[in-house]
């Protein structure tokens, strides 16, 4: 009977361990700033033509995000502290017209869809997120965008927000090429590539979604609330 008790108590603390939640600072948006593996080896400012691959976190961890050329969504589960798993991905998949944008998606890709131990610190500037492997793949994102390319998304306003019926965008540098509006469980519930300066969510239901605005210059994402 003593053995039994102890067995159970081990069991209810490894439980316990093992359903501690994420780091709260996770769930933002992250920028890709370093990504290396045994065969592949960039730093994203020195890719050409610019890119801004990011990824964003949710609370209840669905994310999506942008590569090179392609978007991207899926859900993660947390198996253990510090740890990332997919149990679900799925990308655009389509040619991005440049070699090095290609190769650079099939290597980000394989471990963002995968899973990866992740530690999050902070710099002068906000956080950094490094994702790792047992296989040498190793990320560096960091919560704010590229500071050496010209990409600047902290220009395109919305509003108002929250709203019960219509959204404005509005970009005081580069067109709106495209708008895509995600829940968030990752599902793209709206996609406009006219009249991109304003959204009609009155059909939708109250809560949180993810727009992501697309630009000549790339991408980002803007939470918004329907009321």
Avoid at 176 to 182: A, C, H, Q, V, Y
């Amino acid at each position: 009977m003593k053995r039994l008790l102890i067995l159970i108590l081990l069991f209810s603390i490894g439980s316990s361990v093992n359903a501690q939640d994420p780091d709260p600072d996770l769930f933002q948006t992250w920028y890709v700033y370093y990504f290396e593996d045994d065969a592949f080896m960039v730093e994203v400012s020195q890719i050409n033509p610019p890119i801004s691959p990011h990824i964003t976190i949710t609370e209840n961890l669905d994310f999506l995000g942008e590569g090179a050329c392609n978007s991207f969504n899926g859900t993660y589960s947390s198996p253990y502290p510090g740890g990332l798993e997919a149990i679900q991905f799925n990308e655009t998949g389509n040619d991005c017209g440049f070699q090095n944008h290609n190769i650079f998606e099939s290597h980000y890709f394989g471990l963002i869809g995968t899973g990866s131990d992740y530690e999050i610190t902070q710099d002068g500037g906000g956080h950094i997120l490094e994702l790792s492997t047992p296989l040498m793949v190793y990320a560096e994102f960091r919560s704010y965008p590229l500071s050496s390319s010209d990409f600047n998304l902290d220009v395109i306003k919305i509003y108002p927000n929250p709203s019960t019926s219509e959204i404005f965008i509005e970009s005081k540098r580069d067109p709106i090429t495209k708008t895509e509006l995600f829940n968030l469980l990752g599902e793209r519930v709206q996609s406009l590539s006219d009249n991109t300066d304003s959204i009609d969510i009155s059909d939708l239901a109250s809560g949180i979604y993810l727009l992501r605005i697309f630009t000549a210059q790339g991408s980002t994402v803007k939470k918004i609330i329907k009321q």
